[in-house]
């Protein structure tokens, strides 16, 4: 109790320190007046009375610090001292502080911004309770192998599932859906893209509503009335957040639905893009729903709290073997279940590249932490008498140190600081360009991120500071007393120490630099792919036709037939034609097929095609050619559809050494049954998605008209020039046709392709940048050394001129001087770089981790910059004139 | 030296107090006489010690000071015991002779043997 009034006291006294020095002054004054009276007494002048006075109490001056030391906090007013210093050093050298300051706010900056995005989307956990116990079940198509991929779950088998005992407290069923919301009271009609979700999702995802109630048992069977659930966004946007709206009913593909709840706006699963929730077997078709074939679902489960994940998943698996061996004759089944933790399965394709930049951020950081170190140390040797005198003249050299230090971490702070604000842009600048970055919208810098920033710039202070402060305060210090004001020999090893520096500044900026190439090469490969068709002035843009007023044939084709003709009609259009899937535009779908021509299948053995829609014109409007046969004829529409077109890579694996022509596949396009479509044409390999490779493909007519089949709508124009202008009319058309049906994704063919090389421009080009900083930094760091090299070395310099030696000569000298850590480090980096690029592999498309190219252009860029920054002071120190320099002392 | 000098400030914050409680408020001339009188003069303060022992007892509350004149009219600043620094004293005073009592056998086993 007492010490903590004493400190409260301490803290009040250092507070108020000026009026207590005051009072201290008086106080002695008086002291030494008492002592001059007692001498004055005994007959003394007052010259002498005073003077003795002085000696009996001992020094005002002393006795005056001996208080003082007790008051306050000492080590708080070494601390403000030494932040006094330090300020006042770097104001002498402005130019040097900015640039420090500059170099570490970027690198703090980008690693803040990064951790940041990182920490949101890998490492937080889902906002849901007990996230970790939630799992996502996929299906693994064959058990021998191990590193066969998630497949998509048939509903048949989850009802299985549900149905046996498991380890799992609560299994739920999940898939995107889309919905036409018909325009009401004149708001325009709308695509919304929607989930399908079995009545207890919300419930094992352990989630509620925000207003009204969720799905129960009874609204989740074909029969059931038919409801939905909003989310918060789509709630706020179309009915401004009226909660009146609850129990009114909305159309949906022409179907009246009947609103039961919101959800909170914090529920974003599995993204933000979805709009509203229905039930599962309300959404999907009886079949769907029944089906064990038709692998088209997501399943979250929920582990109770007693079991162990690896046994529940072990239940699940037996359940779904015995299914297989049951019913693999007759479909493609499963052979069993992969679990992985929700969070994972929600961004794991984002997690390698977000790894690859954070650890480029990393790179960069310590670059920084280098560089300035790096200038620190030159710091450093500019002050070496400086420190020298402070040692001779008694201080410690731990104080020497912490001076050092503290002068680092306010630089670091100042950069913190700014880069902290910097990361703020940054960070709102990653999550608005990376489109496909999962949970995004739960990226906000938050306080962690300012620990963390407060944290690696302290770190980063420190790490800059302490080579160069233990080396300038190292024993030999003295020396520097001793050493010729020339000081030839004395710096040399603060230039060692700066060189080495230097070459690990260069080994990781040829690390950085070779990653970024790469990339950056792969992303070049990927956008220069050819998809094998048109992309040039080429627009596309869908709709879907659903509901009762497009439950017959003869109604979808009868839309599409009146809207080709129309649109062809348009001024500017070239060819216009329809496909439920453009070249680009994902791998959508795949239906078993069967060759009637040839024999029948082992049992057990599958083979899938994906298929595509297409009218006749479709093939001509968006350019991919026909190799053999013909294109569909305009008589080949509904019952007479029985015809199908095929690609070269189909024929390649089916058909390697006869004619497609005239022979038959087997699907179920039309009914479950299947018939067969006569293969009428071979058209050029075509590419579903950028960077992967060509798969077997089949169209179907689209004008067959199908519901369902048919439904589901591309329209593809081509114009001789710009095609964007005829964005307009086309949909203006579409609206005169049927005013409830919304369009959705009006994409040039750039476009789609611009959007699927997205994400690898964007990891390309930020480590690109990256890597450009870090060799500017380097070739910085470069010229420092060198520079300070030569203005140690100018009377050496000027001896060896005067003795003969001839410039070329010097220039060399300094040349290999500076280049001998740039080659160093280049030669580091690169064997580095074998290993760490294969750690990207997986990233790069079409380019080999040890891409010679890529390689050789970083070694020459290298080595271009690091001879250009040589080459500045080499030529400096050529110029010297030996007499000037050696009048110089 | 720190822990020397540590008894001998500890040594004297308690004559301080002591002598305070005797000849009630007195400045830091007169408690520094005043602690040489009564050792003898075998003692001589330090103002160097004795100001930041007062210093450390103001701190503590076991002291407060003000200003007043002295008996030879100079102005001059008075340290005074507080009702705190009265309780300490006994402690501390009570602490000490049992401190040098135990010393004491310790120092002086011939006799007791």
Known sequence: MRTLRGWGKRLRAWIAD???????????????????????????????????????????????????????????????????????????????????????????????????????????????????????????????????????????????????????????????????????????????????????????????????????????????????????????????????????????????????????????????????????????????????????????????????????????????????????????????????????????????????LLAAVACLLLIACLNLSNLLVARSAARRREMAIRSALGGGRFSLIRQQLTESVLICLSGGALGLLLAVGATEWLIKHWTELPRGYDVHPDGLAIGFALAITLLAGVLAAAPPAISSTSAAILGALQEGSRGIGGSLGRASLRKWLLTAEVALTVVLLIAAGLLFKSFLRLRTVDLGCTTKNVLSLNYFLRGDQYSKPEQIVSFDTQLLERVRHLPGVQAAGLTNVVPGGGYYGNYEISIHEHPAQATGEHHFVAYRTADPGYFSAIGIPILRGRFFSDDERLENDKFVIVNQELVQE?????????????????????????????????????????????????????????????????????????????????????????????????????????????????????????????????????????TQRTVEIGIRMALGARREWVLRLVLIDGLRPALLGLGIGIVLSLGVTRLIGSLLYGTSPLDASVFLSVIATLLISATGACLLPAWRAARIDPMCALRAE | MGSRNEVWLGTLALMVLRTLATIGPQHGYGLARRIEQISGDRLSVNYGTLYPALLKLEQDGSIRSEWGVSDTNRKAKFYKLTAAGRKHLERETRDWHETTAILARFLSPAEEA
Request: charged fraction near 15%; glycine fraction near 10%; include cysteine.
């Open chain 1, 18 to 356: 000026g009026s207590r020095d005051r009072d201290l002054g008086s106080e002695l004054e008086s002291l030494v007046q008492m002592h001059m009276d007692e001498y004055l007494g005994a007959g003394m002048n007052r010259e002498e009375a005073r003077r003795l006075a002085l000696i009996a109490v001992g020094g005002v001056e002393q006795v005056r610090q001996a208080v003082r030391s007790g008051r306050g906090f000492p080590w708080l007013e070494g601390l403000a001292r030494d932040l006094k210093y330090a300020i006042c050093t770097l104001l002498r050298s402005p130019g040097f502080s900015l640039v420090a300051i500059g170099i570490m706010a970027i690198g703090i900056g980008a690693s803040v911004a990064l951790f940041t995005v990182v920490r949101s989307v890998l490492l937080r956990p889902l906002p849901f309770s007990h996230p970790d116990d939630l799992v996502a079940l996929y299906s693994r198509g064959d058990l021998s192998k191990t590193d066969s991929e998630n497949g998509y779950v048939a509903s048949g088998d989850f009802y299985d599932w549900q149905k046996s005992q498991h380890g799992y407290e609560q299994m739920a069923i999940w898939r995107w859906s889309g919905f036409n919301m018909s325009g009401a009271g004149g708001e325009l009609p709308e695509f919304l893209n929607a989930g399908t979700c079995s009545w207890n999702l919300f419930a094992t995802l352990g989630a509620g509503p925000a207003l009204g109630r969720l799905f129960t048992r009874d609204d989740d069977h074909a029969g059931a009335g038919r409801t939905v659930i909003l989310s918060w966004s789509f709630f706020e946007r179309r009915f401004n957040g009226d909660p009146a709206i609850l129990g009114k009913t909305i159309r949906l593909n022409g179907l009246n639905y009947t609103i039961i709840g919101v959800l909170p706006a914090r529920f974003q699963f599995p993204h933000p893009l979805i709009q509203l929730w229905v039930p599962w077997q309300i959404g999907e078709g009886r079949n769907a729903v029944s089906s064990h074939y038709i692998h088209i679902a997501h399943v979250v489960a929920r582990l109770k709290a007693s079991a162990s994940p690896a046994a529940a998943l072990e239940e699940i698996s037996a359940v779904q073997y015995v299914l297989y061996t049951r019913l693999r004759g007759s479909g493609e089944m499963e052979q069993g279940v992969i679990g992985t933790p929700l969070l994972e399965d929600l961004v794991g394709d984002a997690k390698k590249p977000l790894c690859v």
């Open chain 1, 654 to 790: 089916y058909f390697p050494s006869e004619d497609p022509i005239g022979k038959h596949l087997r699907a179920q396009w039309r009914t479950t049954q299947g018939e067969n479509y006569e293969i009428i044409g071979v058209v050029a390999n075509t590419k579903y998605e950028l960077g992967k490779p060509v798969a077997p493909m089949m169209w179907f007519p689209i004008l067959g008209g199908i519901p369902g089949n048919s439904g589901d709508s591309v329209l593809v124009v081509r114009s001789q020039n710009d095609v964007t202008p005829l964005a307009m009319p086309i949909q203006r058309l579409i609206t005169s046709l049927d005013t409830n049906l919304p369009v959705k994704n009006v994409l040039t063919m750039e476009q789609i392709v611009g959007q699927s090389t997205a994400n690898s421009s964007f990891s390309a080009t930020l480590v690109l940048s990256f890597a450009g900083f870090s060799l500017v930094l380097a070739a910085i760091g470069l010229y420092g050394v060198l520079a300070y090299l030569v």
